[in-house]
Protein backbone atom coordinates (compact mmCIF):
# COMPACT_ATOMS: atom_id res chain seq x y z
CA UNK A 1 0.00 0.00 0.00
CA UNK A 2 1.52 3.45 -1.01
CA UNK A 3 1.76 5.87 1.09
CA UNK A 4 -0.66 8.72 0.75
CA UNK A 5 -0.08 12.41 1.65
CA UNK A 6 -2.25 14.25 4.56
CA UNK A 7 -4.13 15.99 1.38
CA UNK A 8 -5.06 12.75 0.08
CA UNK A 9 -6.46 11.30 3.44
CA UNK A 10 -8.59 15.00 4.40
CA UNK A 11 -10.07 14.40 0.56
CA UNK A 12 -11.08 10.61 0.87
CA UNK A 13 -12.30 11.46 4.43
CA UNK A 14 -14.69 14.01 3.38
CA UNK A 15 -15.96 11.79 0.61
CA UNK A 16 -16.77 9.01 2.84
CA UNK A 17 -18.69 11.42 5.05
CA UNK A 18 -20.29 12.88 2.21
CA UNK A 19 -21.38 9.13 0.82
CA UNK A 20 -22.22 8.58 4.22
CA UNK A 21 -24.95 11.60 4.14
CA UNK A 22 -25.92 11.44 0.72
CA UNK A 23 -27.28 7.60 1.74
CA UNK A 24 -29.75 9.21 4.71
CA UNK A 25 -30.79 12.02 1.94
CA UNK A 26 -31.71 9.03 -0.34
CA UNK A 27 -33.70 7.46 2.31
CA UNK A 28 -35.85 10.37 3.14
CA UNK A 29 -38.13 10.68 0.08
CA UNK A 30 -38.30 6.95 -0.19
CA UNK A 31 -39.77 7.18 3.58
CA UNK A 32 -42.19 9.77 2.51
CA UNK A 33 -43.10 7.98 -0.28
CA UNK A 34 -43.90 5.15 1.68
CA UNK A 35 -46.06 6.60 4.52
CA UNK A 36 -47.89 8.71 1.61
CA UNK A 37 -48.15 5.42 0.02
CA UNK A 38 -49.71 4.29 3.56
CA UNK A 39 -51.96 6.74 4.14
CA UNK A 40 -53.28 6.37 0.25
CA UNK A 41 -54.18 3.13 1.18
CA UNK A 42 -55.82 3.87 4.80
CA UNK A 43 -58.00 6.05 2.89
CA UNK A 44 -59.20 4.08 -0.08
CA UNK A 45 -59.94 1.38 3.13
CA UNK A 46 -61.91 3.62 5.12
CA UNK A 47 -63.77 4.88 1.60
CA UNK A 48 -64.92 1.90 1.20
CA UNK A 49 -66.29 0.37 4.67
CA UNK A 50 -67.12 3.49 6.34
CA UNK A 51 -70.73 3.24 4.16
CA UNK A 52 -71.44 0.08 6.43
CA UNK A 53 -69.15 1.37 9.24
CA UNK A 54 -71.28 2.70 12.88
CA UNK A 55 -68.38 5.39 13.17
CA UNK A 56 -69.02 7.16 9.73
CA UNK A 57 -72.20 5.35 8.06
CA UNK A 58 -75.59 7.77 7.60
CA UNK A 59 -79.35 6.93 7.55
CA UNK A 60 -82.24 8.69 6.12
CA UNK A 61 -83.44 8.13 10.38
CA UNK A 62 -80.25 10.56 11.08
CA UNK A 63 -81.48 13.43 8.72
CA UNK A 64 -82.99 16.20 10.66
CA UNK A 65 -84.52 18.95 8.68
CA UNK A 66 -85.88 21.91 10.38
CA UNK A 67 -87.95 23.86 11.42
CA UNK A 68 -91.23 23.02 12.01
CA UNK A 69 -93.83 23.67 9.26
CA UNK A 70 -96.92 24.91 9.96
CA UNK A 71 -98.95 23.23 6.97
CA UNK A 72 -97.01 19.90 6.20
CA UNK A 73 -95.20 17.27 8.46
CA UNK A 74 -91.45 17.55 7.64
CA UNK A 75 -90.57 14.03 8.58
CA UNK A 76 -93.28 13.38 5.54
CA UNK A 77 -91.45 15.66 3.33
CA UNK A 78 -87.83 14.07 4.13
CA UNK A 79 -89.01 10.52 3.77
CA UNK A 80 -90.37 11.23 0.13
CA UNK A 81 -87.17 13.39 -0.75
CA UNK A 82 -85.28 10.74 -0.21
CA UNK A 83 -87.12 8.09 -1.45
CA UNK A 84 -87.68 10.47 -4.93
CA UNK A 85 -83.74 11.49 -4.74
CA UNK A 86 -82.51 7.66 -4.35
CA UNK A 87 -81.34 8.77 -0.89
CA UNK A 88 -82.39 5.89 0.98
CA UNK A 89 -79.18 3.87 0.18
CA UNK A 90 -76.74 3.76 3.02
CA UNK A 91 -74.72 7.19 3.29
CA UNK A 92 -71.09 8.34 4.92
CA UNK A 93 -70.18 11.32 6.48
CA UNK A 94 -66.82 10.83 4.64
CA UNK A 95 -68.52 11.39 1.15
CA UNK A 96 -67.66 15.11 -0.20
CA UNK A 97 -70.38 15.20 -2.03
CA UNK A 98 -73.20 14.45 0.73
CA UNK A 99 -74.48 17.52 2.03
CA UNK A 100 -74.29 18.55 -1.68
CA UNK A 101 -76.59 15.66 -2.92
CA UNK A 102 -79.02 16.60 0.37
CA UNK A 103 -79.25 20.10 -0.63
CA UNK A 104 -80.11 19.95 -4.14
CA UNK A 105 -82.63 16.85 -3.80
CA UNK A 106 -84.44 18.99 -1.13
CA UNK A 107 -84.19 22.42 -2.89
CA UNK A 108 -85.60 20.74 -5.70
CA UNK A 109 -89.03 19.96 -3.60
CA UNK A 110 -92.37 21.97 -4.30
CA UNK A 111 -92.74 23.04 -0.64
CA UNK A 112 -89.06 23.93 -0.30
CA UNK A 113 -88.23 27.96 -0.76
CA UNK A 114 -84.54 27.72 -0.13
CA UNK A 115 -81.92 25.28 1.67
CA UNK A 116 -80.02 27.48 4.25
CA UNK A 117 -77.57 25.17 5.03
CA UNK A 118 -76.57 21.47 4.97
CA UNK A 119 -74.17 20.73 8.07
CA UNK A 120 -72.51 17.30 9.38
CA UNK A 121 -71.83 16.41 12.84
CA UNK A 122 -70.26 13.37 14.42
CA UNK A 123 -71.45 10.84 16.20
CA UNK A 124 -73.03 10.41 12.60
CA UNK A 125 -76.03 13.07 11.98
CA UNK A 126 -77.16 15.49 9.31
CA UNK A 127 -79.25 18.35 9.98
CA UNK A 128 -81.08 20.37 7.24
CA UNK A 129 -82.32 24.17 7.72
CA UNK A 130 -84.57 25.15 5.44
CA UNK A 131 -86.84 27.77 4.52
CA UNK A 132 -90.52 26.69 3.52
CA UNK A 133 -93.20 28.06 0.90
CA UNK A 134 -95.93 29.01 2.38
CA UNK A 135 -99.54 29.48 0.83
CA UNK A 136 -101.83 32.41 0.46
CA UNK A 137 -104.58 32.06 -2.06
CA UNK A 138 -106.60 29.30 -3.72
CA UNK A 139 -107.03 30.19 -7.56
CA UNK A 140 -110.88 30.09 -8.60
CA UNK A 141 -111.62 29.57 -12.43
CA UNK A 142 -113.70 32.22 -14.01
CA UNK A 143 -117.03 30.00 -14.83
CA UNK A 144 -117.29 30.80 -11.09
CA UNK A 145 -116.70 27.73 -9.79
CA UNK A 146 -116.00 26.81 -6.06
CA UNK A 147 -112.58 27.37 -4.32
CA UNK A 148 -110.55 24.25 -4.72
CA UNK A 149 -107.28 22.98 -2.35
CA UNK A 150 -106.21 21.75 -5.37
CA UNK A 151 -104.92 25.05 -6.97
CA UNK A 152 -103.06 26.48 -3.56
CA UNK A 153 -100.26 29.29 -4.86
CA UNK A 154 -97.26 30.81 -2.69
CA UNK A 155 -97.24 34.11 -2.40
CA UNK A 156 -94.93 34.26 -6.02
CA UNK A 157 -97.94 32.37 -7.63
CA UNK A 158 -95.88 29.09 -7.15
CA UNK A 159 -98.51 26.12 -7.15
CA UNK A 160 -98.11 23.74 -4.52
CA UNK A 161 -98.75 19.84 -3.68
CA UNK A 162 -101.74 19.27 -1.49
CA UNK A 163 -102.33 15.80 -2.03
CA UNK A 164 -100.50 13.80 0.25
CA UNK A 165 -98.82 16.92 2.14
CA UNK A 166 -101.38 18.78 3.92
CA UNK A 167 -102.88 16.21 6.47
CA UNK A 168 -104.94 19.10 7.88
CA UNK A 169 -106.78 21.21 5.28
CA UNK A 170 -109.25 23.08 6.56
CA UNK A 171 -106.95 25.96 7.16
CA UNK A 172 -107.05 26.08 3.26
CA UNK A 173 -110.55 27.15 3.13
CA UNK A 174 -109.51 30.63 5.10
CA UNK A 175 -106.56 31.41 2.57
CA UNK A 176 -107.70 34.25 -0.17
CA UNK A 177 -109.56 33.20 -3.55
CA UNK A 178 -108.01 34.60 -6.94
CA UNK A 179 -110.92 34.85 -8.91
CA UNK A 180 -112.29 35.22 -12.68
CA UNK A 181 -108.78 34.07 -13.88
CA UNK A 182 -108.59 31.54 -16.89
CA UNK A 183 -107.49 28.05 -14.95
CA UNK A 184 -104.41 27.86 -17.45
CA UNK A 185 -103.02 25.69 -14.40
CA UNK A 186 -99.44 25.39 -14.16
CA UNK A 187 -97.84 22.13 -13.14
CA UNK A 188 -96.71 21.35 -9.49
CA UNK A 189 -93.70 23.24 -8.48
CA UNK A 190 -93.89 25.77 -11.34
CA UNK A 191 -95.09 29.71 -11.06
CA UNK A 192 -98.09 30.94 -12.80
CA UNK A 193 -97.62 32.98 -15.65
CA UNK A 194 -100.34 35.38 -15.76
CA UNK A 195 -99.68 37.99 -13.94
CA UNK A 196 -103.30 38.40 -12.22
CA UNK A 197 -102.77 35.80 -10.60
CA UNK A 198 -98.95 36.40 -8.92
CA UNK A 199 -100.17 39.74 -8.62
CA UNK A 200 -103.07 38.71 -6.32
CA UNK A 201 -100.58 35.94 -4.46
CA UNK A 202 -98.87 38.90 -3.87
CA UNK A 203 -101.64 41.05 -2.19
CA UNK A 204 -101.99 38.24 -0.49
CA UNK A 205 -99.21 37.29 1.15
CA UNK A 206 -98.95 41.48 2.34
CA UNK A 207 -101.97 40.85 3.82
CA UNK A 208 -101.12 37.61 5.33
CA UNK A 209 -102.64 36.67 8.79
CA UNK A 210 -104.64 39.34 9.40
CA UNK A 211 -106.70 38.05 5.96
CA UNK A 212 -109.43 36.81 8.35
CA UNK A 213 -109.52 39.64 10.65
CA UNK A 214 -109.93 41.83 7.63
CA UNK A 215 -112.97 40.04 6.86
CA UNK A 216 -111.76 39.18 3.68
CA UNK A 217 -113.06 36.47 1.48
CA UNK A 218 -111.06 37.28 -2.15
CA UNK A 219 -109.40 39.07 -4.76
CA UNK A 220 -110.23 39.98 -8.35
CA UNK A 221 -108.11 41.66 -10.87
CA UNK A 222 -109.34 43.54 -13.59
CA UNK A 223 -110.12 42.00 -17.01
CA UNK A 224 -106.98 44.06 -19.25
CA UNK A 225 -103.71 45.12 -17.45
CA UNK A 226 -103.09 48.51 -17.09
CA UNK A 227 -102.18 51.02 -20.22
CA UNK A 228 -98.46 50.62 -20.37
CA UNK A 229 -98.06 46.98 -19.20
CA UNK A 230 -98.64 43.21 -20.10
CA UNK A 231 -98.64 41.78 -16.80
CA UNK A 232 -99.68 44.66 -14.46
CA UNK A 233 -103.48 44.33 -13.53
CA UNK A 234 -105.59 46.43 -11.15
CA UNK A 235 -107.51 44.58 -8.05
CA UNK A 236 -110.73 44.69 -5.92
CA UNK A 237 -110.50 43.34 -2.22
CA UNK A 238 -113.99 41.12 -1.71
CA UNK A 239 -115.61 40.89 1.69
CA UNK A 240 -117.26 38.08 3.06
CA UNK A 241 -120.07 40.94 3.29
CA UNK A 242 -119.56 41.71 -0.54
CA UNK A 243 -118.15 44.83 -0.34
CA UNK A 244 -115.26 45.52 -3.01
CA UNK A 245 -112.69 47.78 -1.97
CA UNK A 246 -110.22 48.86 -4.56
CA UNK A 247 -106.59 47.93 -3.92
CA UNK A 248 -105.06 49.27 -7.13
CA UNK A 249 -102.29 48.44 -9.18
CA UNK A 250 -99.66 45.85 -8.15
CA UNK A 251 -96.40 45.49 -10.47
CA UNK A 252 -95.28 42.04 -11.60
CA UNK A 253 -91.86 42.59 -12.58
CA UNK A 254 -92.09 45.10 -14.60
CA UNK A 255 -91.53 48.99 -15.17
CA UNK A 256 -94.67 50.42 -16.32
CA UNK A 257 -94.56 53.14 -18.94
CA UNK A 258 -97.22 55.45 -17.27
CA UNK A 259 -97.18 59.79 -15.76
CA UNK A 260 -99.01 58.47 -12.99
CA UNK A 261 -97.82 58.43 -9.70
CA UNK A 262 -95.73 55.41 -8.24
CA UNK A 263 -97.62 52.84 -6.60
CA UNK A 264 -97.95 51.97 -2.97
CA UNK A 265 -96.10 48.83 -2.09
CA UNK A 266 -98.32 46.00 -1.35
CA UNK A 267 -97.21 46.69 2.24
CA UNK A 268 -97.64 49.93 2.72
CA UNK A 269 -101.79 49.50 1.57
CA UNK A 270 -102.04 46.35 3.66
CA UNK A 271 -100.41 48.42 6.89
CA UNK A 272 -103.22 51.19 5.98
CA UNK A 273 -106.09 48.91 6.43
CA UNK A 274 -104.35 47.65 9.72
CA UNK A 275 -104.05 51.15 11.07
CA UNK A 276 -108.20 51.17 9.76
CA UNK A 277 -109.05 48.78 11.32
CA UNK A 278 -107.16 49.15 14.96
CA UNK A 279 -108.11 52.68 14.97
CA UNK A 280 -111.67 52.71 14.30
CA UNK A 281 -112.24 49.19 15.61
CA UNK A 282 -114.18 47.32 12.62
CA UNK A 283 -113.25 45.31 10.02
CA UNK A 284 -113.69 45.83 6.33
CA UNK A 285 -117.29 45.06 6.31
CA UNK A 286 -118.08 47.63 8.85
CA UNK A 287 -118.48 45.24 11.24
CA UNK A 288 -117.28 46.06 15.06
CA UNK A 289 -114.28 44.03 16.25
CA UNK A 290 -113.48 43.40 19.83
CA UNK A 291 -111.37 46.01 20.24
CA UNK A 292 -114.05 48.68 21.21
CA UNK A 293 -113.15 51.47 18.91
CA UNK A 294 -115.94 53.34 17.22
CA UNK A 295 -116.52 53.30 13.42
CA UNK A 296 -115.20 55.55 11.29
CA UNK A 297 -114.03 56.05 7.60
CA UNK A 298 -110.53 54.94 5.67
CA UNK A 299 -108.50 57.92 5.51
CA UNK A 300 -107.21 56.89 2.35
CA UNK A 301 -107.37 57.44 -1.39
CA UNK A 302 -105.85 54.25 -2.36
CA UNK A 303 -109.37 51.82 -0.66
CA UNK A 304 -112.64 53.01 -0.11
CA UNK A 305 -114.56 53.00 3.66
CA UNK A 306 -117.08 50.17 3.60
CA UNK A 307 -119.53 52.63 5.05
CA UNK A 308 -119.15 55.23 2.17
CA UNK A 309 -119.79 52.90 -0.30
CA UNK A 310 -122.80 51.51 1.45
CA UNK A 311 -124.14 54.85 1.89
CA UNK A 312 -123.16 55.28 -1.86
CA UNK A 313 -125.52 52.79 -2.58
CA UNK A 314 -128.32 53.33 -0.21
CA UNK A 315 -127.72 50.40 1.50
CA UNK A 316 -128.27 50.39 5.29
CA UNK A 317 -125.53 49.97 7.64
Request: glycine share 6%; no cysteine; aromatic share 6%.
Amino acid sequence: MTDQSPGEEEFLTRWVVWLRHAKGLLLVPLLLTIVIAGIYWRWQVLRQTAPTSTHYGITPADIEVVPRSDWIDRHDLLRKVVRDASLDDRLSLLDADLTERISLALRDHPWVKRVKRVEKFHPPRIKVTIEYRKPVAMVVGSDGAGPTDDVVVDSKGVRLPVADYVVDRKPLKHLAQIRNVPMNVPAIGKQWEDGRVVGAAEIASAIGPFWKDFSLLAIEPSAQPVPGSTHTYTFDLITRGGQKIPWGRQPVGEAIDSDVAPEPTADSKAQKLKNYMEEHGVDLDGTPTDQGFERGTIPSDETVSPRERARSTDRPE
